[in-house]
């Protein structure tokens, strides 16, 4: 652990880490629920149009690699639908055309494939890391009574793989009661640039038992179901399991295990989109919020910065974080609470000074403010209130305090 960086306000949802010469709004953070060949499964989830939801689900994926066993994640779900905006887990984007029956968007995405230096198979010791990319892309979906017919391409601007991949898809939507479901068939082409960085070996990677080999581009074909449980009108459950038959070249591949990858999720999420009636109006305040770092010394952990009993910053290893956050609230008096819900987005500068590829880093993320405390002496006017009504209620406190907390994390640290 050479250097910390303490962040505060840093958000858990979406971490793009990247050699990207350009900030782009992207979903972070987050996790793709199946596995990576699939169409966006959480489209569609939220019940009203414009809403928001928070979740979490628990993630299990077989690897492809000899020995990579198979990887479980705890993961924090955002999800966003927006008139000409949308974020869906790991996706985020942009619509373009939106009618009942078609759909056109730009979007952001991050693949889920490869491996990290931190979890690396034995098969592939020696290997250079093939880091999880990010890709972006175009739509086309056309909605019919007998099922949807999905086209996307898909190109990576991270620098990983510059592969490309153009992915078909068919679903249905099943709907009884409280249950839905969507089973779905895509086939995904890959080209060689995509397949030959995943599922390759490097002629400098070779060894006696590991040869050097290229797949090139091949055709992988996913058959998935998800499904959703509404538990009450804000609640939902939510469940999905994929099966991706690999390209017959990349089974081919000395360093892949298993002709098919199997994957699996269940989680839960709350819809906000049943509290419309306290949706933020469009004179609502838009938050700045402007931040900078330096890494602390040795020892000057996140409990003793804190608690100001160290505020000292390295003198060695001096790394540095700049950033800014801007937020709009689009949720206002939660239930009739004293709760405004916030979204914000933002980009972030590091600065490792030699230590580590400088990089960018997009956040998207949501924050909870409760708003009059401890001295509210008029609960029922919140700010939200008093700027509709113009001027301060009547008999009411002039002051307001704020409480905040993010939906995962309010303080991030990031050490290398």
Same mark, same amino acid.
């Given at each position: 652990?050479?250097?910390?960086?303490?962040?505060?306000?840093?958000? &858990?949802?979406?971490?793009?880490?990247?050699?990207?010469?350009? *900030?782009?709004?992207?979903?972070?953070?987050?996790?793709?629920?199946?596995?990576?060949?699939?169409?966006?499964?959480?489209?569609?989830?939220?019940?009203?149009?414009?809403?928001?939801?928070?979740?979490?689900?628990?993630?299990?994926?077989?690897?492809?690699?000899?020995?990579?066993?198979?990887?479980?994640?705890?993961?924090?779900?955002?999800?966003?639908?927006?008139?000409?905006?949308?974020?869906?887990?790991?996706? *985020?984007?942009?619509?373009?055309?939106?009618?009942?029956?078609?759909?056109?968007?730009?979007?952001?995405?991050?693949?889920?494939?490869?491996?990290?230096?931190?979890?690396?198979?034995?098969?592939?010791?020696?290997?250079?890391?093939?880091?999880?990319?990010?890709? &972006?892309?175009?739509?086309?979906?056309?909605?019919?009574?007998?099922?949807?017919?999905?086209?996307?391409?898909?190109?990576?601007?991270?620098?990983?793989?510059?592969?490309?991949?153009?992915?078909?898809?068919?679903?249905?939507?099943?709907?009884?009661?409280?249950?839905?479901?969507?089973?779905?068939?895509?086939?995904?082409?890959?080209?060689?640039?995509?397949?030959?960085?995943?599922?390759?070996?490097?002629?400098?990677?070779?060894?006696?038992?590991?040869?050097?080999?290229?797949?090139?581009?091949?055709?992988?074909?996913?058959?998935?179901?998800?499904?959703?449980?509404?538990?009450?009108?804000?609640?939902?459950?939510?469940?999905?399991?994929?099966?991706?038959?690999?390209?017959?070249?990349?089974?081919?591949?000395?360093?892949?295990?298993?002709?098919?990858?199997?994957?699996?999720?269940?989680?839960?999420?709350?819809?906000?989109?049943?509290?419309?009636?306290?949706?933020?109006?469009?004179?609502?305040?838009?938050?700045?919020?402007?931040?900078?770092?330096?890494?602390?010394?040795?020892?000057?952990?996140?409990?003793?910065?804190?608690?100001?009993?160290? &505020?000292?910053?390295?003198?060695?290893?001096?790394?540095?974080?700049?950033?800014?956050?801007?937020?709009?609230?689009?949720?206002?008096?939660?239930?009739?609470?004293?709760?405004?819900?916030?979204?914000?987005?933002?980009?972030?500068?590091?600065?490792?000074?030699?230590?580590?590829?400088?990089?960018?880093?997009?956040?998207?993320?949501?924050?909870?403010?409760?708003?009059?405390?401890?001295?509210?002496?008029?609960?029922?006017?919140?700010?939200?209130?008093?700027?509709?009504?113009? *001027?301060?209620?009547?008999?009411?406190?002039?002051?307001?305090?704020?409480?905040?907390?993010?939906?995962?994390?309010?303080?991030?640290?990031?050490?290398?």
């Amino acid at each position: 652990m050479s250097s910390k960086h303490l962040e505060n306000n840093a958000p &858990a949802m979406i971490r793009l880490q990247s050699l990207l010469g350009a *900030a782009l709004l992207a979903a972070g953070g987050l996790v793709s629920l199946p596995a990576h060949a699939n169409t966006d499964p959480l489209s569609d989830l939220l019940g009203a149009p414009g809403s928001a939801g928070l979740g979490f689900a628990v993630r299990a994926e077989q690897s492809p690699y000899v020995g990579g066993g198979t990887r479980y994640d705890l993961l924090p779900l955002y999800l966003y639908e927006g008139k000409r905006v949308f974020l869906h887990g790991s996706r *985020a984007g942009l619509k373009l055309f939106d009618e009942e029956t078609q759909r056109v968007d730009l979007f952001l995405d991050q693949r889920f494939e490869g491996y990290a230096d931190d979890r690396l198979p034995p098969s592939l010791a020696g290997m250079a890391e093939r880091g999880s990319g990010l890709d &972006a892309g175009v739509s086309y979906r056309y909605r019919q009574p007998w099922g949807t017919l999905q086209a996307e391409y898909l190109q990576d601007v991270s620098r990983f793989s510059k592969g490309s991949e153009l992915r078909l898809s068919y679903s249905y939507d099943w709907r009884s009661g409280r249950l839905a479901l969507r089973p779905s068939l895509t086939v995904s082409v890959r080209n060689a640039r995509l397949n030959n960085y995943y599922y390759g070996v490097r002629p400098d990677e070779a060894t006696a038992t590991r040869p050097a080999y290229e797949p090139g581009s091949g055709i992988n074909t996913t058959l998935g179901l998800y499904g959703t449980y509404e538990l009450s009108e804000g609640w939902r459950l939510l469940g999905g399991i994929t099966r991706t038959v690999l390209d017959g070249k990349v089974k081919a591949s000395p360093i892949v295990g298993r002709s098919a990858q199997t994957a699996v999720f269940l989680g839960a999420a709350y819809d906000f989109g049943t509290h419309k009636q306290h949706w933020a109006e469009e004179s609502s305040p838009t938050h700045v919020k402007v931040l900078y770092g330096k890494s602390t010394e040795d020892g000057c952990h996140l409990a003793k910065i804190i608690t100001l009993t160290c &505020a000292s910053t390295a003198k060695v290893n001096s790394t540095r974080i700049a950033g800014v956050q801007i937020g709009k609230p689009f949720i206002e008096q939660l239930n009739g609470w004293p709760l405004d819900i916030v979204g914000y987005v933002g980009l972030l500068q590091h600065d490792d000074r030699g230590l580590a590829s400088n990089g960018l880093q997009l956040d998207a993320f949501m924050k909870a403010y409760y708003y009059g405390f401890p001295c509210n002496v008029c609960p029922t006017a919140s700010p939200a209130a008093r700027r509709r009504a113009g *001027a301060r209620p009547r008999g009411c406190s002039t002051t307001w305090t704020r409480a905040s907390t993010s939906a995962w994390a309010t303080w991030w640290v990031h050490a290398r």
